[in-house]
């Protein structure tokens, strides 16, 4: 089976650190995602992230803070990766570029996948509109 990848791009007029440092941490989720409810869940790792999903938990799984600005990610359920993420912040002058690349999972149809870039582009312009208005 041949996944499909799809990039996203959006700009967003704030420096790249202060970008980073909202997008870093969890606890902003739900000021810019549907992950209203999340919570750490340090039983599952240091990284890891929880909120209530349509069919029940789902797992966020983060990677390390970093000095590149990369913000990669992995939501689970049922121990089933359903959803990877590939994000990068990129300096562009007095703003920031954020690229989010997601690869479909063999379990997702492509109907489901279009759908994932449909909310996830949703999601990524609330976040300009957010962090814009500081």
């Known amino acids: 089976m041949v996944l499909k990848a799809q990039t996203l791009t959006v700009h967003i007029a704030r420096p790249i650190a202060e970008v980073y440092e909202f997008l870093v941490n969890p606890a902003n989720l739900g000021r810019w995602t549907f992950a209203r409810d999340g919570r750490h869940e340090p039983a ?26 990369v913000l990669d990610y992995k939501l689970s359920q049922n121990d089933l990766i359903t959803h990877a993420g590939y994000a990068r912040l990129i300096p562009a002058g007095d703003g920031t570029v954020l690229t989010h690349t997601a690869v479909q999972q063999p379990e997702v149809s492509n109907a489901q996948f279009a759908s994932e870039a449909e909310w996830v582009m949703a999601d990524l312009l609330v976040l300009k509109t957010l962090m814009e208005a500081k």
């Open 44 to 69: 599952a790792g240091l990284l890891v992230w929880s909120f209530a999903g349509p069919e029940g938990r789902v797992l966020l799984h983060f990677t390390r803070p970093n000095p590149f600005f």
